[in-house]
């Protein structure tokens, strides 16, 4: 299985980026996605995730509201849509793909990933 995130960049505070995460390998629409990000001196943190269907989804409170995640199982790809960014949203993003199908969105799990992208926002 092979994971390729983009659409990281620099953004200002109160702007908005969208990065895709583009997956192979693997009968894609069958496992659960998650968005994780590590800001340097911390440790990685759950973004969000998301159902193999696209049908339920779940975030981490310190962006729920701002981000949401999507797929597009014919193309491969899964999205990530920040709005509203903050300065602390500055991290390198992963994504990464459920080691088991058919299971709800989990903050833990994940047996694929990809090799991350950078996310800077300015004030």
């Known amino acids: 299985v092979q994971l390729q995130a983009s659409g990281g960049g620099l953004a200002q505070a109160g702007g908005s980026l969208r990065l895709s995460c583009v997956g192979s390998?693997?009968?894609?629409?069958?496992?659960?996605m998650g968005w994780f990000r590590q800001a340097p001196g911390k440790e990685r943190e759950f973004v969000g995730g998301?159902?193999?269907?696209?049908?339920?989804?779940k975030y981490a409170d310190s962006v729920k509201g701002r981000f949401t995640i999507s797929r597009d199982n014919a193309k491969n790809t899964v999205y990530l849509q920040m709005n509203s960014l903050k300065p602390e949203d500055t991290a390198v993003y992963y994504c990464?793909?459920?080691?088991?199908?058919?299971?709800?969105?989990?903050?833990?799990?994940?047996?694929?990933w990809g090799q991350g992208t950078q996310v800077t926002v300015s004030s």
């Open positions: 990464a793909a459920d080691s088991v199908p058919f299971r709800p969105p989990l903050n833990q799990g994940y047996a694929y």
């Open positions: 390998g693997r009968i894609f629409s069958s496992y659960g």
């Open positions: 998301i159902t193999w269907s696209g049908g339920i989804t």
